[in-house]
């Protein structure tokens, strides 16, 4: 057997031994999951049903659902159980150091609590801040919130008057219902005693006009998304350069400080929130590549459509051809000798027909450019002799 195929078969028998280690993995974890909740479904205090996913204690009910994962989200445990409350909300998780590094720097504003060490442990997101801050006053619940968070959970959040406790993991579902119980009656406190949620036009209570904020800079960042593709597309398809890499550093020169003065706004217009350091991000990454497409695009666009020197042509011989194959499409290709000082060679896109009829190293064609209004050369078309 030849080197190439022992690998192939190599690489073939790693690929079905981890698809196997990950079937009897989720076969055994669903086995745990099924005995663990016939185990707790036993338990008189817990009443079940477990058609509609949901179960009662202490008079109050609780809804569980569990998600085995899919190829864009990981599996995800949740018990949630429904209050008596006004609005607000809030979303808790342990304390990580992107939290850390905002809050350092005076972006991010996190609600506090009257417990020091609860609030270097965990984190708090509300856009009712006040809100949240008066829920937590109670050293009940956040003693409660220990015990989930002690129990493996990953976040606990409160919204549409439901507190919600989420397990997150391949092994989401069975510590999620191991500790079920004492998850129920961590969620009985923190179900009770529910605060008044201050009036939304109080600036003071509310993050609302954030919200407003927030929707405008990503927005516009989304934007600039939406049209740096736009344009990328345009100038391949319409001014295609040969040196797209050196067009791409040469608009840097427009682009980085463009997105700088974005960035810059969108800090200063995001700042101040429990949110403040996703909403940064996210507008910093969509701006970012947005930003740095838009800036090669208009160039681009800007070298072509501003070029008014005739077209030279470059007569070059056909060296080979080749078919580019993809999932729904074929792209035909000439390869031929180039005419630009450094290069060997240059390809040129075609269709079946003349694919079909040119022999390499017999025909040669005649390739048309411009050298654009940057000094960028672009391709305009080409004929085959």
């Known amino acids: 057997m030849c080197p190439g195929n022992m690998l192939a078969f190599g690489m073939m028998a790693v690929v079905i031994a981890v698809a196997l280690v990950s079937l009897f993995s989720y076969v055994a974890s669903e086995k745990k999951f099924r005995e663990t909740l016939t185990l707790v479904m036993s338990d008189p205090e817990l009443r079940w049903n477990e058609k509609e996913h949901r179960f009662q204690y202490k008079d109050l009910d609780f809804f569980y659902r569990k998600f085995s994962g899919s190829r864009n989200r990981p599996p995800y445990f949740s018990v949630s159980v429904v209050c008596q409350g006004t609005g607000g909300g809030f979303g808790i998780s342990k304390e990580g150091g992107v939290e850390r590094f905002f809050k350092g720097v005076g972006v991010t504003r996190e609600v506090q609590t009257p417990e020091e060490e609860f609030n270097r442990r965990f984190f708090i997101a509300s856009d009712t801040p006040q809100f949240a801050q008066d829920y937590f006053v109670s050293a009940e619940k956040r003693e409660a919130m220990r015990q989930l968070f002690d129990g493996k959970a990953s976040t606990v959040t409160y919204g549409d008057q439901r507190v919600t406790v989420t397990w997150k993991g391949s092994s989401a579902h069975t510590d999620g219902i191991a500790a079920i119980k004492s998850t129920a009656g961590a969620l009985a406190v923190l179900a ?7 009036d939304p036009a109080s600036s003071a209570g509310t993050e609302s006009g954030v919200s407003s904020n927030r929707v405008w800079m990503t927005g516009l960042a989304a934007g600039s998304l939406v049209a740096g593709l736009v344009s990328v597309v345009w100038t391949s398809a319409g001014y295609p350069v040969y040196d797209a890499w050196q067009l791409f550093l040469f608009s840097l020169k427009f682009s980085l ?10 800090v200063l217009t995001l700042a101040g929130t429990s949110r403040s350091h996703k909403d940064i991000l996210r507008t910093g990454f969509l701006a970012l590549a947005g930003f740095l497409m838009l800036g090669c695009g208009l160039t681009g666009l800007y070298n072509g459509m501003k070029d008014t020197s005739p077209p030279a042509g470059h007569t070059v011989s056909i ?9 729904n499409s074929r792209t035909y290709k000439l390869i031929v000798q180039s005419w630009r000082p450094g290069n060997a060679i240059e390809d040129l896109p075609t269709n079946r027909g003349t694919f079909q009829r040119v022999v390499p190293g017999k025909h040669k064609v005649v390739v048309y450019t411009r050298p654009g209004k940057l000094g960028f050369e672009w391709f305009v078309t080409y004929r085959l002799l």
């Open 319 to 327: 060296l080979d051809k080749r078919i580019y194959k993809s999932k």
């Open 192 to 198: 009770k005693d529910i605060p008044a949620c201050p």
């Open 257 to 266: 400080p463009a997105l700088a003065v974005f960035l810059y706004f969108a």
